[in-house]
């Protein structure tokens, strides 16, 4: 199925995307403890964290997770110096279906995933007459997760709606418009980053 791209409305984000649910008095409501909607993330609970909203159809984001973030992970991530927390920011209504797929993978499969959509974003995002949701189903399956999974990923509206009350939390409390926008000590900084500026805005050493 080939998905309509409506880019979302930074004022009414759920509006733009899921208009059936804008409406619903339970918009206002959090989810209740959908283990689905918790937190993504990879590093030592200790270490200095960093939290970045993205969005799985931004080619900024495609960059920054393609070329950046193999260094973050092996020289921040895995040596204990940065925890990076990641957070749903969908741009349009296929980063919203990519984002539903990835959070109902196994946790320990998302980082995965997601960083296989980055590498083939060009495939099953932007291909002109791509069948969307057949691609990003290719990909799920080597996650494991069956095309009847991602079926019911996709029909879920209790999980898009939590994930587009991610999107405006981010804007309500960090002031994010764009993507991706990472977060270091409660200072919101947009924009793909080098791996040395990254470093330096995180506080921690590169070497």
Not at 21 to 50: F, Y
Not at 52 to 62: D, I, P, Q, V
Not at 70 to 92: A, C
């Amino acid at each position: 199925m080939r998905l309509a791209r409506r880019s979302l409305l930074l004022a009414a984000p759920s509006a733009a995307l899921l208009p059936s649910l804008a409406t619903s008095p339970a918009l206002a409501q959090a989810p209740v403890a959908d283990p689905r909607l918790g937190e993504r993330s990879a590093g030592k609970a200790e270490a200095t964290p960093v939290i970045e909203y993205f969005s799985l159809t931004c080619s900024h984001c495609a960059d920054f997770h393609n070329r950046t973030w193999p260094q973050v992970k092996s020289r921040l991530v895995e040596t204990g110096k940065v925890r990076m927390i990641w957070r749903d920011f969908p741009l349009d209504q296929v980063a919203l279906a990519a984002a539903a797929v990835a959070r109902a993978l196994p946790p320990e499969r998302y980082e995965g995933f997601v960083s296989a959509l980055f590498a083939s974003q060009d495939r099953w995002a932007f291909a002109r007459g791509a069948d969307n949701i057949a691609e990003i189903a290719k990909i799920a399956a080597l996650a494991g997760m069956s095309r009847a999974q991602v079926d019911a990923a996709l029909a879920d509206q209790a999980l898009q709606r939590g994930i587009l009350e991610s999107r405006m939390k981010a804007q309500q409390e960090f002031n994010v418009s764009s993507t991706p926008t990472f977060v270091f000590n409660n200072r919101p900084s947009p924009g793909a980053l080098s791996f040395e500026r990254f470093a330096e805005l995180a506080g921690v050493s590169a070497s």
